[in-house]
């Protein structure tokens, strides 16, 4: 599979626990976004990077929140000290460097916070 | 910032007959207006997507309008089959900054009766 990989695909945690995901883009895409996804709801923009440079971060995006993509090429999301609130569908996508921005989708980490 | 407005939020429509969705938007510089189409429990995936060089695309069942003037897109879907069930997300992007994030609608819920 050639895809946007994601892992883990669900994680349930208490509140106030840490957690990490993790994304694999699609091998020759340099752009790499994180989106959140609740129920009913369109993606959420989170936060991009173009290689290993974060380049744009949302104000949805607490200082709770830190992604890291150090090699340019898969990157993790972490959330510190988790809250109900953030429980939600975590979505990874990567495209390529072009002037349009078709960006394909992995198939998302599911976050349930108790 | 940019918003993405999207009606209506559900739609039902007899097999074989058409479905319109339409969407605004904010940012006079959006030039990249793709849609997505999320069944249950799994990712977006781009069906079609068009720049703002033109006014309107097809593929098949599906073409998508634009009006940049009064900042208007839809998505027409003709001779519907019951697989086009599903969440439809209408987006916009400003292909040419190096932010290029995607801003989504809040979806259109579209369900085919037999």
Redesign the interface.
Known sequence: DTGVSQNPRHKITKRGQNVTFRCDPISEHN?L?WYRQTL??????LT?F?NEAQ??KSRLLSDRFSAERPKGSFSTLEIQRTEQGDSAMY?CAS?LT???????????TRLTVL | GENVE?HPSTLSVQEGDSAVIKCTYSDSAS??F?W?KQELG?????II?I?SNVGEKKDQRIAVTLNKTAKHFSLHITETQPEDSAVY?C?A?D??S??????????TRLSIRP
């Open positions: 752009r976004y009913g709801q369109g993606p959420e923009f991009y173009q380049l744009e979505l495209s072009s002037d349009y921005n078709e960006q394909f989708f992995g198939p998302g | 999207q030039n990249y793709p997505y799994k990712r977006p995936q781009l997507d720049r997300f987006a992007s292909g040419y190096s932010a290029s994030k995607i801003i989504f609608g809040s979806g």
